[in-house]
């Protein structure tokens, strides 16, 4: 992409589904955002536009997956306030709003559906593009979603964090029991897990994966 989405279209990549990236807007709007790169057409009926990782990343002010990735990782709590809903990584300061089991919910079921429209087998226990391009959001929703409890000011809870390895988060949790139900709620969803030991520390961590079969 060589120049700016317009301000129209730029009104519609913002309005998309937070979750899945489905798109709303006229036939002639949704052509101009596939003939740039920023959308694609589901080749199953109903033919509903997504946003596609360019027009994702556009959403986001991000140049590259990975420098999203990072940014969930350093600064967890960025999309508060936004009206976006953002995955709990752990290590947010701000409570929970009573509506938020049913806004997690929701999430999870939007990305179940973006999984079934957007994989090529239709497979929904499978990870899918979304998930490769936002993986620490990705990883952290899977464990909110179980019930997993992210871990708050004084500690305690989960943290997934971005890694310098492609493709792959890391989930610190200090309690060695809950430390292993993430780990069994990961696979589940579709992540390949590994049990790893901080060689300073001794602490165990995970290292998870989103499987391509």
């Given amino acids: 992409m060589t120049r700016p989405p317009t301000a129209a279209q730029r009104r519609v990549i913002d309005a998309a589904d937070p979750v899945t990236g489905r798109l709303r807007g006229t036939e002639t709007q949704l052509?101009?955002?596939?003939?740039?790169?920023?959308?694609f057409r589901h080749p199953r009926p109903p033919h509903d536009h997504f946003l596609s990782p360019t027009g994702h990343r556009v959403r986001e002010g991000a140049?590259?997956?990975e420098t999203a990735v990072g940014?969930?990782?350093?600064?967890p709590d960025a999309e508060s306030g936004?009206?976006?809903f953002a995955?709990?990584?752990?290590?947010?300061e701000t409570a929970d709003p009573p509506s938020r089991p049913r806004e997690v919910r929701s999430a999870?079921?939007?990305?179940?559906?973006?999984?079934?429209?957007?994989?090529t087998s239709g497979a929904v226990d499978l990870p899918c593009a979304w998930e490769r391009t936002h993986l620490v959001r990705a990883a952290a929703l899977a464990l909110e979603a179980a019930g997993?409890?992210?871990?708050?000011?004084?500690?305690?809870?989960?943290?997934?964090r971005a890694t310098p390895q492609p493709e792959a988060v890391a989930v610190r949790e200090p309690d060695p029991g809950a430390l292993r139900a993430c780990a069994a709620t990961l696979?589940?969803?579709?992540?390949q897990v590994g049990e790893h030991t901080e060689p300073r520390t001794g602490a165990r961590y995970l290292l998870a994966s989103p499987r391509r079969v």
């Avoid at 052509?31 to 959308?39: D, E, F, P, S, Y």
């Fill in 31 to 39: 052509a101009a955002l596939v003939k740039r790169g920023l959308a």
């Fill in 63 to 65: 140049p590259e997956p």
């Fill in 71 to 75: 940014a969930a990782a350093r600064a």
């Fill in 82 to 84: 936004t009206g976006v």
């Fill in 87 to 92: 995955a709990r990584v752990g290590g947010e």
């Fill in 108 to 119: 999870w079921q939007g990305l179940l559906e973006l999984r079934r429209m957007t994989n």
């Fill in 148 to 160: 997993h409890r992210p871990a708050g000011p004084e500690g305690g809870g989960y943290r997934v």
């Fill in 187 to 191: 696979e589940e969803a579709g992540w």
